[in-house]
């Protein structure tokens, strides 16, 4: 199981650290990822890292703002974003895949593991 928190109301320009903490099972070795998904459309990556602990984002935007972190003692997956904008608006859902491959990893359907997500809210 996945639960997400630290989502919240914020200006643009302010930061957020969401966690997504995971119970039941480890994901140290897992490939995690970072989604989210605003009204209307559909659910889109942010940030993952692979089973080897590469890093990668979906923009160079989301590179230079968010950070995107794993804690394997405390079994938890981290979103460091910074510079928020208006736009990054949406419901974030962390995901965890113990066969994920890299060249799967922006793939919602390579994820078999999901959290219930948390949302983002941004004003200019």
């Known amino acids: 199981q996945l639960q997400a928190s630290g989502g919240g109301l914020v200006q643009a320009g302010g930061s957020l650290r969401l966690s997504c903490a995971a119970s039941?099972?480890?994901?140290?070795?897992?490939?995690v990822a970072w989604f989210r998904q605003s009204p209307g459309l559909e659910r889109t990556f942010v940030a993952g890292?692979?089973?080897?602990?590469?890093?990668?984002y979906a923009t160079d935007s989301m590179k230079g703002r968010f950070t995107i972190s794993k804690d394997n003692a405390k079994n938890t997956v981290y979103l460091q974003m910074n510079s928020l904008r208006p736009d990054d608006t949406a419901v974030y859902y962390c995901?965890?895949?113990?066969?994920?491959?890299?060249?799967?990893?922006?793939?919602?359907?390579?994820?078999?593991?999901w959290g219930l997500g948390t949302q983002v809210t941004v004003s200019s």
């Open positions: 995901a965890a895949g113990p066969s994920v491959i890299a060249s799967n990893l922006v793939s919602r359907d390579a994820y078999y593991y």
């Open positions: 890292i692979n089973r080897s602990g590469g890093k990668i």
């Open positions: 039941g099972r480890s994901i140290s070795r897992d490939a």
